[in-house]
């Protein structure tokens, strides 16, 4: 009976031996990608980096350099002026302008030059401040003639090339000779509607 028991503890302790060898074999398993833990998750990837590239060299937008207008409400009063506008940049042009001044009976040739300072940087499309300066010759007996310097703040828009603005300010003039001082308004008021046809720079 002895043998029997000592057998059958063999087989027991051989058995348990087996199974401890069977379970230390086997690979660890792996937990399921819902359940993965922190520390087993790879990292995340870094967002790249923002590029250093200067953006400062990027052509500009088209401006309005050149036009070619007349002044609606001179017309009214007897100066018919052409206005030639050049765009020396963006910011700033000049303007010439010449044309038939008509005074109390008198009429002939006049002739004037403009700065202009543009804050908005579109050229002619936008806000315009400027000075000119304007002299004309009404020839008679004897001849008289008229010098007038002006300072205004306008407005002009461009679009598809029509251009429409007004400009308001004050024009100071004065009489070239004795003969012409009775047609020289010393300081008036100055009120100008511009229409024409602008092209891009």
Do not use: K, N
């Amino acid at each position: 009976m002895s043998l029997v028991l000592v057998f059958v503890r063999s087989c027991l302790l051989l058995s348990l031996a087996l199974l401890a060898a069977s379970a230390s074999a086997q690979p660890p398993r792996t937990a399921s990608a819902g359940l993965e833990t922190p520390a087993l998750r790879p990292p995340p990837r870094e967002a790249p980096a923002p590029t250093l590239e200067s953006r400062v060299d990027r052509p500009l937008e088209p401006w309005t350099a050149h036009a070619l207008t007349v002044d609606a409400v001179g017309i009214v009063f007897g100066a018919y002026d052409l206005r030639i506008d050049l765009g020396l940049s963006r910011f700033v042009g000049v303007a010439l302008m010449p044309g038939w001044r008509r005074r109390d009976g008198l009429h002939g040739p006049s002739f004037g030059v403009a700065l202009e300072a543009w804050p908005l940087g579109r050229g002619l499309d936008g806000l315009a401040l400027g000075i000119e300066a304007q002299v004309a010759w009404l020839p008679a007996e004897p001849d008289r003639g008229l010098f007038s310097v002006a300072g205004y703040a306008g407005y002009r828009h461009v679009w598809r090339g029509i251009v429409a603005g007004i400009g308001v300010g004050v024009r100071h003039e004065r009489g070239i000779g004795d003969a012409s001082q009775g047609l020289a308004r010393r300081l008036s008021p100055l009120v100008s509607v511009w229409l024409g046809w602008g092209l891009d720079a």
